[in-house]
Nanobody
Framework: QVHLVESGGGLVQPGGSLRLSCVAS????????MGWYRQAPGKQRELVAFSRTGGSTNYADSVKGRFTISRDNAKNTVFLQMNSLKPEDTAVYYCNVEAVTPMTFMSYDYWGQGTQVTVSP
């Protein structure tokens, strides 16, 4: 079982910054990818940023140049640095990890509980 704990959400004014963190723990053999998604009220969950282990990093067009995803692989932690925040960035942000566990030795998706980010004057 993989457990994800997110932190760093909150209320910020437009133009401000926040840094989200997500720590993965549990029975983990390896992590194939780590990323962030978000879901605003009345909208579908969407990809924000995604980092494949040893590979590519992808961003939603709406956050390119403003958000940066990074990882501390030794600590199974992923970060999302969010700068120049806009009201339309308001959403619940979810951490997503693709991890292999010793139960199956297959890669599955795991999700955090979500952290609220509100951008408002």
């Amino acid at each position: 079982q993989v457990h994800l704990v997110e932190s760093g959400g909150g209320l910020v004014q437009p133009g401000g910054s926040l840094r989200l963190s997500c720590v993965a723990s549990g029975s983990i053999v390896s992590i194939d990818a780590m990323g962030w998604y978000r879901q605003a009220p009345g909208k579908q969950r969407e990809l924000v940023a995604f980092s494949r282990t040893g590979g590519s990093t992808n961003y939603a067009d709406s956050v390119k140049g403003r958000f940066t995803i990074s990882r501390d692989n030794a600590k199974n932690t992923v970060f999302l640095q969010m700068n120049s925040l806009k009201p339309e960035d308001t959403a619940v942000y979810y951490c997503n990890v693709e991890a292999v566990t010793p139960m199956t030795f297959m890669s599955y998706d795991y999700w955090g509980q979500g952290t609220q980010v509100t951008v408002s004057p």
